[in-house]
């Protein structure tokens, strides 16, 4: 049954009042319109009282398990809002269809006339001179109460067979049921008879007033004899024949010219309507209505608007649009967190309801583009996100009482801006906020430990021997230290440890251990016996001749290799495992240190990969595990030893650590155990860093403008300065988003500042720095502009929202990491 007329009254002039509270900061953002990813913002007035603090330090939320119950209740409950979205604003033919049959509104609110075809191609033409309003005729008899269509049909015939009257099938959409409107419109005392007659046969009739005669009012109706279908022509608002919470904010403030034909099949006239045209389909789900082919919850409506083409609009209930919204706006394919979809549901829906009617005087409310959000219907929804929206309901973010205006961006590099340096106009709930976990917090969930001290080195040199051992070790090379220190590396190479060594060398090759004189811990013999222990035979001197190895051997005392020794120390050298010392001298007299020894062995066998090393992507650490991420998409969690070898690259060097955090884009490197566990684990860091919307493609960016690009971008926003000989970021947000950029002209000085700037330069972002580009005269000749992130950067961060719900944030942590200040409200 509906609501009554009262409460939807008080719904709809609390809707309208937040609908009307628009303040001028859409002015500001005109120029971010038509951006891939720009989102618009009306920004309501804020109050004197408000303070709007010019940059806050962001703090976690505390991990409430209520946090995602309602904080007050400051909005009025009542019904679910219909949301209008324009489709499509200027064409000139449209297609609507269904897999079953179509239904048609009638002047009965709820009432849909049953169509014998299922699909129409509306056009729009001159209306066409009507007759004189008859309100003697403004009664019909209605028969309800059938539980479907094969019920209505035959109640249908056996109406036929009572009266002798034809009836046609109409849908109830509230109460899901099918009933008849029995023959034309007739009066009062006709209709009052006809239902008498009906109800003596056993029939639940009744009778109505129509809505397209009502007094006082110029209406006329009429029945197309083919068809059935009813032409209406009427001057007042279409708004006028529903109730509040369904009225549509588009008014006509005089007689329509023009109205919308239908044709069924080809030329085949099939009805008009000078009001706008309303179709469903029997069955939403099973077989929805479609525009163009694609299939929509809700109705579709069709109206000529003033410029003589068709408007399209889909009127459905906000839960079903934002069903359509939130699997575009964050993909659940991409971005599988269920509580970053609540998030995203709960911002879509907000947006939607705080800019209801914000197009208004085209006949809808939002489109269904990024000037709005994206809307692509039915066909794109998706169980998770489908999931996110059923499970928050009616939940919106509020501030001071009121929806906000939930802006959102893409990816925010790192850090969102506050609305007052995009949009001109400070917002209490949109300051600039860091896209993480604040401190220490931040790593916990991706932090993995090793009980295994690192090793004990303080000279550089020796730094490489922290890992060359490590990953020795591994292979049962003997006993080292529990600690390696500078001293033990440094020492001369005792015989007996290098033996051991070049054993298992030879051990891992496959190859017969080589044999060796009491000079194997000298340069020239120690590369023979290591060559022949990983090849087998002495290879370097099949393919070495003289002059190749005199040409690789220049350092100062090649002359003391002894000549068996010099194509093997030749070939080392040469292919870098054995280093010449700081002199440019190699000591050939002199006995190894271990450092060297051992430095040669891991390089060499990591080269001929003998240490049978890994590399892959990291995912974001979980439970102390490895999570790499397969050919195949799949995330794949090894587990690491407790006391596995850690290492992370610093710079240039790779040092041994006793913990490191893995947030996910790290290249590893790592070796796994007979019993499947990690027992070594390299890491170097994801160039993306650490922020929670890393894992975007946008993070980071580049592009590259000429100075006659600058030129023809900026000329109309910098006038009267001359030629553009050189752009400087003069100041930047609590972000450190560029807004106020300096054009410095031949003759003068312009400005370009807040949102203006990434569209007018057509940048991703604005978040970015510059670098110059010079001609030969040393004259700037163009940008490059590095930068990170994609979008407007003021709001919740899309990606960012992922990133927060993989470590374990709820969406109402989410939603008050990003809207400063904010409750969660439940509206219905």
Sequence with gaps: MRSSLGRKALVFLILLA????????????????????????????????????TEEAWQVPAADSSASVIDRAVLAPGPEPKIRVGLATDVRAAIVSTNGRLLQASEAESTLIALDVSRVRLEPRLLSPLPPPNNETAFRVQVAGAASRNEAEEKSREVKEAIDDESQITYDAETRTWGLLVGSRRSRTEAEQVSEQLNDAGFDATVFQSALAVSGQANTSRTNAATGAIHTASNQ????????????????TSLPSREVVAFSSGA??????????????????????????????????????????????????????????????????????IEA???????????????????????????????????????????????????????????????INALYTSTCGGRTEAAEHIFNHAVP???GRECAVEGKAAFAPFTIKTSREPAEIREEKNLPLARDIALL???????????VSDSWLSAVAPLSEVRSWLASVARMARQSSPAVGEDVNRPGPFATALSTAVFGESRADTLL???????????????????????????????????????????????????????????????????????????????????????????????VRPDAYLFRQLGEGIYPVSSVALVGGEPVTFHVNAAGEVDYLEVRPSLNGASAERVSPFTNWTKELSLGQIQARLARYARGIGAIKDLRVAARGSSRRAIDLEVIGANGTG???????????????QLFVIERKFDSDGSVAGFKFIGRGWGHGVGLCQVGAYGLAKQGLSYAEILKSYYTGIELTKLY
Aim: no cysteine; net charge positive; hydrophobic share 35%.
């Design 473 to 483: 070790a591994l292979q049962n090379f003997g006993s080292f230290p529990s600690r």
């Design 545 to 639: 001749s003289n002059i190749d190895v005199d040409y690789h051997l220049a350092v100062r005392d090649a002359a003391d290799i002894p000549a068996v020794n010099r194509a093997d120390v030749a070939m080392l050298v040469r292919d870098g495992y054995l280093s010449a010392l700081p002199d440019a001298t190699l000591r050939p007299r002199d006995p190894l240190s271990r450092a060297r020894a051992l430095h040669a062995i891991a390089r060499l066998l990591e080269g001929r990969l003998l240490l049978q090393l890994q590399k892959g992507s990291a995912r974001p650490t979980v439970n102390d595990a490895l999570v790499l991420r397969s050919t195949k998409g799949k995330d794949l969690p090894i587990q």
């Design 237 to 252: 608002t279409p708004a006028a024949r529903r109730t509040p919470s369904d009225l549509r904010l588009a008014a006509r």
């Design 751 to 765: 400005h370009v500042r807040g949102g203006r700037i990434r569209s007018v330069l057509g940048l991703r972002e």
């Design 341 to 403: 979809q609540k998030a995203q549901a709960i911002a879509a829906r907000t947006y939607a309801l705080r800019n209801r009617g914000q197009f208004s005087s085209q006949g809808f409310d939002l489109l269904p583009t990024t000037r709005s959000q994206v809307y692509r219907g039915l066909s794109s929804e998706h169980p998770l996100s489908t999931r996110a929206v059923d499970e928050t309901r009616g939940l919106i973010a509020t501030f001071d009482g009121e929806p």
């Design 18 to 53: 937040q609908t009307l509270s628009v303040s001028l900061i859409a002015h500001a953002q005109q120029d971010t319109r038509g951006e891939s990813r720009p989102r618009r913002t009306q920004e309501s007035k804020q109050k004197t009282s408000a303070t709007v603090p």
């Design 429 to 431: 709930y949109l300051r």
């Design 268 to 337: 085949l006239r099939s009805f008009s309507s000078s009001a706008p045209v309303v179709l469903a389909s029997e069955d939403e789900l099973k077989s929805p209505v479609r525009y163009n082919d694609r299939p929509y919850r809700g109705r579709i409506e069709v109206f000529a608007n003033p410029r003589g083409t068709l408007t399209v609009v889909n009127v459905l209930g906000l839960e079903d649009y934002v069903r359509g919204v939130v699997a575009n706006e964050l993909s659940p394919g991409g971005y599988p967190a």
